[in-house]
């Protein structure tokens, strides 16, 4: 027995030895793991992004919004006017194109609020002895903690939306659907906020006296004096009375009357040159 111990105890003191060192090396190894788990968990830096992450919101945009027109013919898809249907759709949806521009523009100034805080905390911010209290030597080192925390940062750090692409898809289908034709056109937010722009600047000359003039047509004219009769709503003279008759803005376009049959009547040459440009919000007119 004795000579049988002898012969294999080297056997046996080789195995104990790997099986020690396959138990140090598990210890070290869930020892390195506990120390990275800490650092992506409870990391000074990474927990300082965190609280910026949840300090700064940014408004959520739809980065790719897609509209499709369908034309009634080869011709009106070839005569398509890009620049005119955006301002009609602009019309329409004011509101979702202005929202859309509005929320890029905050993400801007936010974004660079947040990439101001961010730098600060993790290059400013950043100390050596920190990471060396959780380093365990041949175990894991400090830089090795805090290129793994640094990491974790990255992947966490907010990327906002600053800008969008909408794209407008216009065809036509023959009837027969042998031939498709296709057109398609891209906006981004700057293209979008120049048609916010130019749609403003039509509205405003809506509201102007001369564009309100401008819709003073002829047929326009003949339908207010035919619903009055012919006659001045103030006198009732005509043209048979030797009257020569106006089509009046009750509300001056000067005072921001609109060019709209509630808004209009007949008069002579005499009560219109004397009613002239006035106007009583709260009276008779």
């Known amino acids: 027995m004795e000579l049988f111990k002898k012969i294999f105890a080297p056997v046996v003191q080789y195995y104990e030895k790997i099986k020690a060192e396959e138990e140090e090396r598990k210890r070290r ?16 830096y990474i927990s300082a992004v965190r609280n910026l992450n949840n300090s700064i919101g940014f408004k959520n945009i739809e980065s790719h919004p897609r509209f499709k027109r369908t034309c009634n013919s ?16 602009i019309e329409d949806s004011s509101d979702y194109f202005t929202g859309m521009v509005k929320a890029v523009q905050y993400n801007r100034k936010k974004h660079n609020q947040y990439e101001e805080q961010y730098k600060k905390i993790l290059y400013n911010g950043y100390n050596s002895k920190y ?3 959780y380093a ?8 090795e903690l805090q290129t793994i925390e640094m990491q974790e940062c990255k992947k966490i750090k907010k ?16 009837p027969q659907g042998r031939n498709e034709y296709t057109r398609t056109y891209k906006f981004d937010c700057a293209k979008i906020e120049y048609y916010l722009n130019e749609y403003q600047k039509l509205q405003k000359n809506k509201e102007s006296a ?34 020569k008759l106006h089509v009046d803005h009750i509300k001056p376009v000067s005072k921001g009357g609109k060019t709209i049959e509630s808004n209009l009547r007949t008069l002579c040459d005499i009560c219109n040159l004397g009613k002239s440009n006035s106007y009583d919000p709260y009276g008779l007119n």
């Open 159 to 174: 990327k906002p939306t600053e800008d969008f692409t909408i794209e407008l898809i216009v065809c036509y289908t023959s």
């Open 29 to 44: 190894e869930d020892l390195r793991k506990q120390r990275i788990a800490y650092i992506k968990t409870n990391g000074k």
């Open 210 to 243: 001369v564009y309100q003039r401008q819709l003073m047509t002829p047929k326009l004219r003949y339908e207010i004096m035919k619903r009055d009769k012919f006659k001045c709503t103030i006198c009732g003279r005509s043209q048979k009375d030797g009257a």
């Open 74 to 89: 080869k011709a009106q898809l070839d005569n398509f006017n890009i620049d005119n249907h955006m301002l009609l759709t």
């Open 131 to 133: 990471y060396s209290q």
């Open 136 to 143: 365990v030597s041949t175990v894991i080192e400090a830089n």
